[in-house]
């Protein structure tokens, strides 16, 4: 089931703290979403870690009229109440969870290999 879209600025590499990237697709591959600024509640969904032992959404490539778009994806049965939560990838992981904070977020970085595949169902 699809919750929603991750909506921001389309940036390249870089970005705020709510900028997602998906680097090793080919055709958005060193492009990003930066939802800083322009987004919706998508971009509150937290990393896994922490709190629960796997994400129980994904993001994936969805095209909608030929435009490739970023959707959140259910991986199994949520529970009403249940939170959302992603894998924002192991950068993000070992800068934020392990150690003293960097002082620029890294932007979230999920390889086309976590992504669910590219097409909706």
């Not at 600024?37 to 629960?52: K, L, M, P, S, V």
């Not at 070992?94 to 169902?121: H, I, M, Q, R, T």
Request: aromatic share 8%; net charge negative; with cysteine.
């Amino acid at each position: 089931d699809i919750v929603g879209e991750y909506v921001g600025k389309v940036t390249e590499r870089g970005g705020g703290e709510y900028s997602a990237h998906l680097e090793s697709h080919t055709i958005l591959g060193g492009l990003g979403l930066d939802a800083q600024n322009f987004g919706n509640e998508a971009r509150t969904i937290n990393h896994y870690r922490n709190i629960a032992e796997e994400p129980n959404v994904v993001m994936k490539i969805c095209y909608v009229e030929t435009l490739p778009r970023v959707m959140i994806v259910c991986r199994r049965d949520i529970a009403v109440e249940e939170e959302f939560l992603l894998s924002y990838g192991d950068e993000y992981a070992n800068a934020y969870l392990s150690g003293p904070k960097p002082v620029a977020p890294p932007a979230v970085a999920v390889s086309w290999n976590e992504l669910a595949g590219a097409d909706c169902d």
